[in-house]
């Protein structure tokens, strides 16, 4: 029930993080240093919004894999509100992002852990409200949606 009712999200979900990922290269490219980005050539720049497009993938997937894993557990036969499934998705988008961190964070030997893991509570909080905002959309889709109609005209099967 879940995977039909939220089959869209799976499909746009990581379409946004790649789009986000490779935004913030433009807002770090064009807020940052200016003579660094008179070095950059063309190949330069596509490889880097391809590599901050990975790491938006990466994260666009850690926050699809903990929203459904916390509504999946919470509520499994979609019995509670939607608001309630609203809020569950987004936890559990920013939960995954934020344990990805956490673990790279400690995985990491150096000094700039701690960084890895401020950097990961803003990215979670990215992710928990793009996780709200699309599964409030799929839930007022799944209200509206109009219920099935028979067909006014016989069936040439069911006369046969």
Do not use: K
Request: some cysteine; overall charge positive; aromatic content about 8%.
């Amino acid at each position: 029930m879940m995977i039909h009712r939220y089959w869209r999200i799976l499909l746009v979900a990581p379409v946004i993080g790649f789009l986000l990922g490779a935004g913030v290269f433009g807002v770090i490219a064009l807020g940052g240093n200016p003579y660094i980005r008179t070095g950059q050539s063309a190949g330069g720049v596509v490889a880097a919004i391809l590599a901050y497009g990975a790491v938006g993938l990466v994260v666009s997937g850690a926050a699809l894999i903990g929203g459904f894993v916390l509504v999946g557990c919470l509520d499994r036969h979609l019995t509670t509100s939607s608001g309630t499934r609203t809020v569950l998705a987004a936890l559990g988008a920013a939960g995954g992002v934020l344990t990805v961190g956490i673990v790279l964070g400690t995985i990491g030997n150096g000094g700039w852990s701690y960084l890895l893991v401020i950097i990961s509570l803003v990215v979670a909080t990215v992710a928990g409200s793009v996780a709200a905002i699309l599964v409030y959309r799929a839930e007022r889709r799944e209200r509206t949606r109009p219920g099935r109609v028979a067909h006014p005209l016989p069936s040439a099967w069911v006369d046969f």
